[in-house]
């Protein structure tokens, strides 16, 4: 499954791995900053997380139409841009600033991942035939979990290791761990733990993304083909002037096989109509 030609599954995979580790954790320590640093209400801090659902809610609709006329990779690449600037603007973030200048960045721009997410899913479930695609799309739901799993407890050991570090200081001697001040050192190195694998799934999707082309497209070339292959010209012998000779076979669609590797398996059955067709050129004189 992981070297069948075509089907990038590694570079996905790892694309998802990386950039849902950016996502779920900036996810995560985003109400953490509002409440334990701003020091907000949960309901102060929900209503301010209500532009990451609305920036989520536009992104997965807007993704619908255009994924049929942009590239898989400029989506993923568009999707990866936006989030890591998120990490950026959150491991930079100016706790005295407003909520416009810098959380609202935050907000609006994380959520725009869900394009690779998207996309990703469709091309790993499309390069494979119908009997692979379940196992392709579980392998692709854990990648997922994998990610966030991995980037919680890794970005979580940052921050509270470099909170540490900074309560241990002599000049903030005086300071609790519980302290804004404190919180926020931890939270900023989580921020740039979540840059790093960001800009890994980005290195990823320029290398191992290239020419993937609009996602589906591949596939519905392959059916076309395996149409077009039901119109066949024959010579009869003896009778060149006469010129070929078109037939017109039939086949199930539903019977064709489409590999990832380019490969196209028909099942192919001959039809009553073809059948009389060979038996009168089987009759000819020549």
């Not at 050991?157 to 761990?177: G, N």
């Not at 395996?226 to 024959?234: A, L, N």
Request: glycine fraction near 8%; aromatic fraction near 8%.
């Amino acid at each position: 499954m992981f070297t069948r030609p075509g089907t990038r599954m590694t570079p996905v995979l790892l694309v998802v791995l990386f950039g849902w580790w950016g996502f779920n954790t900036l996810s995560y320590f985003v109400p953490l900053y509002l409440q334990q640093v701003l020091l907000l209400s949960p309901l102060q801090a929900s209503v301010r997380l209500i532009p990451m659902g609305i920036s989520g809610l536009v992104t997965n609709l807007t993704t619908g139409y255009i994924i049929a006329v942009v590239p898989g990779q400029v989506l993923v690449l568009i999707s990866l841009f936006s989030c890591l600037a998120s990490g950026v603007v959150f491991a930079l973030i100016d706790v005295h600033a407003s909520y416009w200048a810098m959380t609202f960045i935050v907000m609006i721009t994380l959520p725009v991942l869900d394009i690779a997410y998207t996309v990703g899913n469709m091309q790993v479930c499309l390069s494979f035939d119908r009997n692979s695609q379940a196992l392709a799309g579980s392998i692709f739901g854990v990648a997922t979990r994998l990610g966030t799993s991995i980037g919680l407890a890794v970005s979580s050991s940052v921050a509270v290791s470099v909170s540490q570090k900074f309560l241990q200081m002599p000049a903030h001697a005086h300071l609790s761990a519980t302290d804004p001040e404190v919180l926020m050192s931890g939270f900023r190195a989580a921020g740039w733990t979540c840059v790093g694998a960001l800009s890994i799934a980005l290195v990823v999707a320029v290398i191992g993304l290239r020419g993937i082309g609009l996602i589906g497209q591949q596939t519905e070339e392959k059916r076309t083909s395996v149409i077009e292959m039901g119109r066949m010209s024959i010579v009869v012998p003896g009778d060149e002037e006469a010129g070929p000779i078109d037939i017109d076979t039939t086949y199930n669609v539903d019977s064709v096989n489409l590999d990832s590797d380019s490969r196209t398996q028909v099942n192919i059955s001959p039809s009553e109509k073809e059948k009389d067709e060979k038996a009168d050129l089987g009759s000819m004189p020549v």
